[in-house]
């Protein structure tokens, strides 16, 4: 047991890099089949239909679509377990924990995906399911930057304060934006009902939450590079560029009407956006590697090299 966990102690960086490539993707299938209408091709769960596990040929496109989406599950999951025992054979403490909650949060993720179905794509467990996924991609980041990212003290408390306030702000777009979401006609099922809001009004505050967000993230990017924070203003420029171009997106589908191309982009750069505000959060903490750790933990060449 112990060599196999050695050998997959190797893999522990490119693992931990799918594990957030994986999360965010299953964003982009899961978009897929909310904006096909297959949310209920397969109309039951854990069963996709009473008498089955698998779809079948009279549950057409859609079935086909949810059923493949359910399928991802189990990639994502032996990518997480992967993962998690990569961690445990490099020993390094602090991945294993995190790689655990990545590893829990996908089969709780399985079971919100079969609420959603069983309540008929209810619009707020919908938003659920997708925020927890957010969550989810801010727990790999935590990962990503815990094995490689440059060895760094405290931010002083101002710039410290204005990252907790962007990744607050970035929260509330988020929320905000599957209230919208709620509102608006792509529900994944003709049948499915929706939240009874204005999606005109929603969508205004959503994109004034998103002004909000934009100007403390600018205030964040000028106090960093006063301060001389050289990797907090290289994420938080990122970020920003990220914020940009999600808002223009934003404005276009909503003045098309939401084509369905445009909103899928809208979910990944969602999925982007979080990455990045977790990326900000995490680039105002102390960092050090974790020096117990041996081969993919190992503390990398870059490592080293103090930035901030
Ligand atoms: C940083 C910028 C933005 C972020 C992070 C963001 C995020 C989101 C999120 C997370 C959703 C829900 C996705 C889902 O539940 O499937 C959403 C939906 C939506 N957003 Fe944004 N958004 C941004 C900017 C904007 C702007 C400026 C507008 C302009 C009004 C806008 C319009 C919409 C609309 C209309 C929807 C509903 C799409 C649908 O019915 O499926 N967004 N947004």
């Known amino acids: 047991m112990r060599t196999l966990l050695d050998r997959l102690a190797r893999y522990l960086w490119p693992l931990a890099?799918?594990?957030?490539?994986?999360?965010?993707?299953?964003?982009?299938?899961?978009?897929?089949?909310?904006l096909t209408g297959s949310g209920l091709g397969c109309p039951t769960w854990p069963r996709c239909t009473d008498a089955s596990y698998v779809a079948h040929g009279e549950l057409g496109m859609h079935g086909a679509i949810e059923f493949g989406n359910r399928l991802l599950t189990f990639v994502l999951s032996a990518v997480a377990v992967l993962c998690f025992l990569a961690a445990l054979g490099a020993r390094h403490r602090r991945a294993t924990r995190l790689s655990l909650v990545i590893g829990l949060g996908i089969p709780l993720q399985a079971v919100i995906g079969g609420i959603t179905v069983l309540t008929d794509l209810n619009p707020w467990i919908v938003a659920g399911h997708f925020l927890l996924s957010m969550a989810i991609i801010m727990v790999c980041v935590a990962l990503v930057d815990e094995l490689r990212s440059p060895e760094r003290g405290p931010a002083p408390p101002l710039p410290r304060a204005l990252a907790w306030a962007t990744l607050l702000a970035g929260w509330v777009v988020l929320y905000l934006g599957t209230v919208v979401t709620g509102a608006g006609p792509h529900a994944g099922d003709t049948e499915s009902p929706r939240n009874g809001l204005d999606p005109a009004a929603v969508s205004q505050v959503h994109a004034v939450s998103v002004y909000v967000l934009v100007a403390l993230t600018v205030a964040l990017l000028v106090v960093a590079r006063r301060v001389g924070l050289g990797w907090l203003s290289r994420v938080t420029g990122l970020v920003l560029l990220i914020e940009l171009l999600q808002g223009v997106l934003g404005w276009v589908q909503y003045a098309l009407d939401l084509p369905v191309g445009l909103v899928a982009l809208h979910m990944l750069g969602a999925a982007l956006l979080a990455a990045g505000l977790a990326r900000i959060a995490l680039a105002v903490l102390p960092h050090r590697a974790d020096r117990e750790a041996s081969p993919g933990g190992e503390p990398q060449p870059h490592a080293a090299t103090r930035l901030t």
Do not use: D, E, K, M
Request: aromatic letters at 0%.
């Open 17 to 34: 890099v799918a594990n957030l490539v994986a999360n965010i993707g299953i964003v982009v299938t899961g978009a897929a089949v909310r």
